[in-house]
């Protein structure tokens, strides 16, 4: 037995697409992790039947760390970090 029902995702790229098809470029969306934003992108790039500027698609930590400003640190460099803190108060 074959499942048709959409995905959440799939309903999400139709709906993005019938109101914003026109303005794409200045579409930003925001989901919960980077899994998501890849499957939205492959929704979506299956309803263009032609060239188009995709939306800016963000996991919510690539959008908090771009307006802030902010990269995350490698994990090298925050256990020196970490230990540095540790000396202090102990």
Request: aromatic letters at 14%; one cysteine or more; hydrophobic letters at 40%.
């Amino acid at each position: 037995m074959v499942n048709n029902m959409e995905t959440f995702l799939e309903k999400t790229a139709n709906h993005i697409f019938d109101k914003y098809k026109d303005i794409m470029a200045e579409v930003c969306i925001v989901l919960p992790n980077r899994r998501a934003s890849l499957f939205l992108r492959k929704h979506l790039s299956q309803k263009f039947k032609k060239i188009s500027w995709s939306p800016q698609i963000y996991s919510i930590e690539d959008f908090i760390f771009k307006l802030s400003g902010l990269s995350i640190i490698d994990n090298t460099s925050f256990l020196f970090e970490l230990y540095e803190v540790h000396k202090t108060i102990e």
